[in-house]
């Protein structure tokens, strides 16, 4: 057995299958999950979870149609209203329709994490309203209140109508250490021996 097997076991000590009475059934306008999204949802669940700070706790609840906004000391106001208008160009976008909230936690680790590594700035996390569900606005909920705890995260905010509204955010990244470095390199350049 591996760390990994012993790992899902012990997260699911004590999970019991839910009776028949209380299984959620799925409406006749809602389609099963694609590939893409079980091969999704089977590689967020391979991913180790050693690092994950996201809480699985509870979270302030948000409402389905309640516009989500966050913005770290030190983020302009000019590029916090790019952010929030939707004018920077979207590097790379996360899904999370039909996700857990387990599964959605590693997800949106993971995601941040390698787009922040990978260089990217502006991102799209996809969390639907969850206007629908027994919970409303369950998965929107934990991503505004992870997305506060990440140190990555500069700033996010419900996203404009044409990307999902207020079933989306833009969020914000912080430059990697390759980036920072081209930062002051470029700027070196332009600074005159001098400082003028």
């Not at 790019?82 to 936690?105: C, I, M, N, Q, S």
Request: glycine share 8%; aromatic share 6%.
């Amino acid at each position: 057995m591996t760390s990994d097997d012993a790992l899902f076991l012990a997260e699911m000590d004590g999970v019991a299958p839910l009776s028949e009475h209380h299984q959620r059934i799925r409406s006749e306008g809602q389609a099963a999950p694609s590939a893409a999204q079980l091969a999704r949802r089977q590689a967020a669940a391979a991913l180790p979870a050693e690092g994950n700070t996201l809480t699985l706790g509870e979270v302030p609840a948000i409402a389905p149609f309640d516009e989500i906004a966050f913005k770290r000391d030190g983020v302009q106001t000019g590029v916090y209203r790019k952010l929030r208008l939707g004018h920077y160009p979207l590097e790379a976008t996360l899904d999370l329709h039909r996700f857990t909230v387990k599964e959605a936690r590693v997800a949106v680790w993971r995601f941040v994490h390698d787009a922040q590594k990978a260089g990217l700035r502006s991102v799209l996390i996809t969390h639907g309203r969850g206007d629908r569900s027994e919970t409303p606005g369950r998965i929107k909920s934990y991503v505004a209140h992870w997305l506060t705890t990440l140190p990555l995260v500069l700033a996010f905010h419900s996203a404009q109508r044409h990307h999902g509204g207020f079933g989306a955010c833009y969020v914000l990244l912080r430059k990697n250490a390759e980036k920072r470095q081209d930062n002051r390199e470029r700027h070196a350049r332009r600074t005159p021996i001098g400082g003028r």
